[in-house]
T-cell receptor, first 115, second 112 residues
Framework: GAVVSQHPSWVICKSGTSVKIECRSL??????MFWYRQFPKQSLMLMAT?????????EQGVEKDKFLINHASLTLSTLTVTSAHPEDSSFYIC???????????FGPGTRLTVT | DAKTTQPNSMESNEEEPVHLPCNHS???????IHWYRQLPSQGPEYVIH???SNVNNRMASLAIAEDRKSSTLILHRATLRDAAVYYC?????????????FGTGTRLAVRP
């Protein structure tokens, strides 16, 4: 199946700093990518839909100025957590749709810890 | 997206079949039934999807009730690697496109 990678796999940062997470579709072009957040023992929560060449669509309650999403190419979307705080510590996961649309392929996730 | 109901947890013995149920009584005619699973500390993985007919692939089978108000994911021979959280998701292509809304899923434990 298709492969989606994320970088870094884990990151520790200090409160107040910004962190960028990359999501790449390695063997297919993804016009749409999705960003999820998952807290321990909870399910995935969709944060935003990232469309190549246009602004991301954020879910209700997600601060677009805090979670900056850029989808500059058909294989790369980035999520920047700005001015991170301990409550932003979470598992961030991206996904991308195949051209047929039925299957979504997920990245391995990025574990963010804010100290 | 229409809501799905799954048991919180299930257990199975290794090498035995597993039937994971999902109720979706408010399913609409355009909702596809998708199953994903998430192994510990990993991103979810696509398992199978269907609309009306039963579906088979190398990972599992999907049995869909005739009225489509429920479905069952079947793992024919559970292995330890199948221990994961299994999510049953309804997706209305027309209204929500590629968006997936995850519920709480079923945590499957496999006993050796």
């Amino acid at each position: 199946g298709a492969v989606v990678s994320q970088h870094p796999s884990w990151v520790i940062c200090k409160s107040g700093t910004s962190v960028k997470i990359e999501c790449r579709s390695l063997d297919f072009q993804a016009t749409t990518m999705f960003w999820y957040r998952q807290f321990p023992k909870q399910s995935l929560m969709l944060m935003a839909t990232s469309n190549e060449g246009s602004k991301a669509t954020y879910e209700q309650g997600v601060e677009k100025d805090k979670f900056l999403i850029n989808h500059a190419s058909l294989t790369l979307s980035t999520l920047t957590v700005t001015s991170a705080h301990p409550e932003d510590s979470s598992f961030y996961i991206c996904s991308a749709s195949t051209p047929s649309g039925h299957e979504q392929y997920f990245g391995p996730g990025t574990r963010l810890t804010v100290t | 997206d229409a809501k799905t109901t799954q048991p919180n947890s299930m257990e199975s013995n290794e090498e035995e079949p597993v039937h994971l149920p999902c109720n979706h009584s408010t399913i609409s005619g355009t909702d596809y039934i998708h199953w994903y699973r998430q192994l510990p500390s990993q991103g979810p993985e696509y398992v199978i999807h269907g609309l009306t007919s039963n579906v088979n692939n190398r990972m599992a089978s999907l049995a869909i009730a005739e009225d489509r108000k429920s479905s069952t994911l079947i793992l024919h021979r559970a292995t330890l690697r199948d221990a994961a959280v299994y999510y049953c998701i309804l997706r209305d292509w027309e209204s929500s496109g590629d968006k997936l809304t995850f519920g709480t899923g079923t945590r499957l434990a496999v006993r050796p």
